[in-house]
């Protein structure tokens, strides 16, 4: 469960990203978050990762008020996150294994865990075949495939997919954001910024539009309603 | 998709709070054990990681831990070497002795019973008398100056009695007076007492073990800093890697260990490289310093640096690198935030 209550961010240059924001996303629920360029997409989704804290308010998230989680609890706070990106960011240098089993190592899973989580995730992301291969010799659809298992190797309560398909084509886009569907159907609550708000139509889900740190509109709410009562239930 | 494989996948995706909250109520123990074992393995993983890094770029790696080396290597061989002059020197210290150099007319008999005569004094604990021909005969063979000395007539050498003075006696006053006194007896051309070059030999050595406390000072800073700087460029080498790791929960203490133990690697190696010149240099000296004993007619062996001193070389280049690495990462991690 994700719930701001008037959140304001304010960056230390003066720059106000978001303004006096309400949201209440229900756990299990999938939501796209778009608007324009500066429209505060990222930063919501960087507060909800704790990666800045914002200004005013209060987040709440999984019944943890982030006023309350000091800072050397944020790693085990970020455990229960998944991050996919645009620039997807695997490590170069690592295996294709070495960088989806990354939070298991930093989580202390041991070796055969790590084996089997990672093998489940990159066959998820039909990637199996390439465990041992590294990012350079994969196409860009791959390596966000990769991208996609390093963010749900872990089991993440929470998936945040910041413009994960930006660097797509259509077709890929659309598989990609399906496979998304197929983590949230299994109770992963799952935020995605994007810019492409033709796609986003079209996937029938929750839809919140920013525009200059504000909401602009909410689509799609029926989605959440579902989601509340699996929640109770 | 068939039904046995969307089962697994249920399972990865389960969302991790759930997963905690269907979990038995694991008792205090087994979960410390448990937090035990995982900081064991997390360490196990770093230690062989930062190893790894090293056969990754064995070249960078080897010169780092060689500067290290020489660095380690130079105050302690001066060490070394100061021990070993101390050691020598306090060989000396307890046979303080006179040595009398009897006039030319004095043959051989005449100088025996006046050695004999001398050990009645009371302020002289033993003398020994030292033929002018044993005298020469040993510095033939020791010198290497044999033939130059065959060259000669006659003996050079006069007849010489050693002095040692009666040892609750050794204060200053006391061996000055002694020395007046063999010195006015006519048998004796001139009576030699080492005191002088041995007290500026003292003065001298503590001048030198202050200048090695400087100078090993000055190396252990160095030392710092090329760790320090080493750690600092593969912290930015690797900064993608610790943003990625900061966001998926990595603790600064997981972050930093990798540097940590790479800290502790060159340290180490640059110990054994110290420990290997000096070991070398060792081997190296021994067989002239055996030589130049052999002619002061002392069984002296160059001290080497034994197990103990060993083993201090080599902790103290691991104590630097941990320490030159965390003030690295101390300093540097910080700059690096996630995303
Ligand atoms: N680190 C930062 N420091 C200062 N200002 C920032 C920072 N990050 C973002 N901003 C500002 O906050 C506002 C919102 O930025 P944000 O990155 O959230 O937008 P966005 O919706 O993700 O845009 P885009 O679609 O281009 O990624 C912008 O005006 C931006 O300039
Ligand atoms: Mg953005």
């Known amino acids: ?233 | 998709m068939p039904e046995r494989q969307w089962k697994n996948k249920r399972r990865l995706m389960k969302p991790v709070n759930k997963r905690k909250n269907t979990r038995p109520n694991t008792s205090f123990k087994s979960e410390l054990k448990r937090r035990f074992d995982m900081w064991l393995l997390q360490h196990l993983q770093a230690f062989i990681f930062s190893l790894g890094q090293f056969a990754k770029y064995p070249l960078s790696s080897l010169l780092t831990s060689a500067v290290i080396g020489i660095s380690l290597a130079l105050p302690a061989s001066f060490y070394m070497l100061f021990d070993n002059v101390r050691f020598v020197s306090s060989s000396w210290d307890g046979s303080v002795q006179v040595t009398l150099f009897l006039q030319t007319e004095i043959n051989d008999e005449q100088a025996a019973t006046f050695a004999n005569k001398l050990k009645d004094n009371k302020n002289i604990n033993e003398t020994t008398f030292i033929k002018r021909a044993d005298a020469l005969a040993e510095y033939q063979k020791l010198s290497g100056f044999a033939d130059a000395l065959n060259a000669l007539d006659e003996n050079p050498l006069p007849n010489v009695i050693l002095v040692k003075p009666e040892l609750n006696n050794i204060n200053e006053s006391d061996t000055e007076a002694l020395i007046k006194e063999l010195e006015a007896m006519p048998e004796v051309d001139a009576a030699q007492y080492d005191s002088q070059w041995f007290k500026r030999l003292l003065y001298l050595l503590d001048i030198v073990n202050r200048v090695i406390i400087i100078l090993s000072t000055l190396l252990a800073v160095g030392v710092l800093l090329i760790i320090g700087n080493t750690i600092r460029l593969s912290i930015y080498n690797r900064r993608a890697e610790i943003e990625i790791t900061k966001l998926f929960g990595g603790t600064d203490s997981f972050i930093q260990r990798p540097f940590l133990y790479s800290g502790l690697w060159y340290g180490a190696f640059g110990g054994i490289i110290a420990w290997l010149l000096i070991g070398i240099s060792m081997q190296l000296l021994r067989g002239p310093v055996k030589q130049l004993a052999n002619l002061y007619a002392s069984d002296f062996q160059l001290i080497g640096l034994g197990f103990f001193n060993s083993l201090l070389l080599v902790g103290t280049g691991i104590a630097l690198g941990l320490f030159g690495s965390w003030i690295s990462v101390k300093r540097h991690l910080r700059d690096i935030d996630p995303v």
Request: hydrophobic share 40%.
């Open chain 1, 1 to 233: 469960m994700i719930r701001f209550t008037n959140v304001n961010m304010t960056y230390a240059d003066g720059n106000e990203a978001l303004r006096n924001l309400n949201l209440h996303i229900a756990q299990g629920a999938m939501v796209y978050i778009t608007g324009r360029s500066g429209a505060g997409k990222s930063t919501l989704l960087r507060l909800i990762a704790l990666i800045d804290r914002h200004t005013r308010g209060q987040i709440i998230i999984n019944g943890q008020n982030l006023d309350r989680v000091r800072n050397n609890r944020i790693p085990l706070f970020r455990r229960h996150i998944g991050f996919m990106f645009q620039d997807h960011r695997l490590l170069q240098d690592r295996t294709v294994f070495d960088n989806v089993g990354l939070p298991l190592v930093i989580a202390g899973y041991r070796h055969q865990e790590i084996r089997k989580r990672v093998q489940a995730a990159l066959d998820k992301v039909s990637l199996l075949p390439k465990i041992n291969s590294y990012p350079m010799s994969l196409s860009g659809g791959e390596q966000q495939r990769v991208g996609v298992a390093r963010a749900v190797v872990h089991r993440p309560a929470i998936l945040l997919a910041d413009e994960p398909t930006g660097n797509l084509d259509p077709a890929l886009s659309w598989d990609t954001m399906k496979l998304f569907e197929q983590f949230n159907q299994v109770g992963v609550t799952v935020l995605i910024a994007s810019h492409d708000l033709d796609m986003i139509k079209r996937l029938q889900k929750r839809i919140i539009t920013l525009k200059s740190g504000r909401i602009l509109t909410h689509a799609g709410t029926p989605m959440e309603k579902q989601a509340q009562t699996n929640e109770t239930g």
